[in-house]
C-alpha cells in the first residue's frame, strides 16, 4: 500500500512515519528521513545563497525574521508582495529533492529555503496557497538543524483544535489535498536558546 493511501484513515504512527487523520488535510511526517542522506547542515547552509528580505505592512518596512532563497529550473516565485531572486539548482539541494520525488511521485521545479538564525526567527500564520501553487498543491518541508515547533490550525472551523509537530533535523512534512485551503501554518518563535535549522519547502509553479 503507498503511503498515501493511509489518508482518510485513523491516524497512524510507525518507525518510519506519523500520518495525521484531520479534517480537510493531507498531512504526513516522516522523523528521520534524511537519516542516511550525505548532505549535513553546514554543506547545506553554505550551499545556499541567502539574503535578508524585507515586507512593508500598514505603511512601515521591516526585515522578515529570517533569511531566504528561492531556486527553481526556470520559474520566479513572489508572495506577500515579496519578489524572489531565481537561484539555480545547486547539487545539495538536487540530492534533497530526488529523495523526496522519489517517495511522493510528485516533480518539483521550484523551492524556499528558510533559515531561522535562533529561537526570534519565525514564520507567522500563513497558507501555501498562491494562484501560482494551482488547486491542491503539494509541499514538501524538509528540516535541517534545530528542531522547532511548527503549528496548524484550521481557518475556519474553531472546534478543530492546533496541532504541534516537532519538526526535527533531516525530518520531512508532506502536506497534500486540500490543506492549504482549510489550514494554516506557522513555526513559533521561543525564549529558549536554539541553534540554527533550515527549512526547504519544495513546491511546483504551475504559472
Not at 515586507?55 to 520566479?76: F, V
Request: overall charge neutral; proline content about 2%.
Amino acid at each position: 500500500m503507498n503511503q498515501f493511501d493511509l489518508f482518510g484513515e485513523s491516524t497512524q504512527e510507525t518507525s518510519d512515519e506519523v500520518v495525521y487523520n484531520l479534517k480537510d488535510a493531507k498531512i504526513i511526517y516522516y522523523p528521520n528521513f534524511f537519516g542516511r542522506t550525505k548532505v549535513d547542515f553546514e554543506a547545506l547552509k553554505n550551499s545556499l545563497n541567502l539574503r535578508q528580505d524585507q515586507i512593508t505592512l500598514y505603511g512601515k518596512t521591516h526585515d522578515i525574521p529570517r533569511l531566504q532563497a528561492w531556486y527553481s529550473n526556470d520559474m520566479e516565485y513572489s508572495y506577500s508582495g515579496i519578489k524572489l531572486l531565481r537561484n539555480d539548482w545547486n547539487k545539495e539541494l538536487k540530492t534533497i529533492k530526488d529523495e523526496i520525488e522519489a517517495i511522493t511521485g510528485e516533480s518539483f521545479n521550484g523551492c524556499l529555503c528558510n533559515l531561522y538564525r535562533d529561537g526570534r526567527d519565525y514564520a507567522s500564520w500563513h497558507s501555501d496557497d498562491e494562484e501560482s501553487l494551482g488547486r491542491n498543491p503539494v509541499i514538501a518541508s524538509a528540516s535541517f538543524g534545530e528542531t522547532r515547533k511548527f503549528v496548524l490550525k484550521h481557518r475556519f472551523d474553531k472546534s478543530c483544535e492546533k496541532v504541534e509537530i516537532e519538526l526535527e533535523d533531516r525530518s520531512l512534512l508532506i502536506m497534500k489535498g486540500a490543506t492549504q485551503h482549510y489550514w494554516k501554518h506557522q513555526l513559533n518563535k521561543t525564549a529558549r536558546k536554539v541553534g540554527p535549522r533550515i527549512n526547504l519547502t519544495f513546491r511546483r509553479i504551475i504559472r
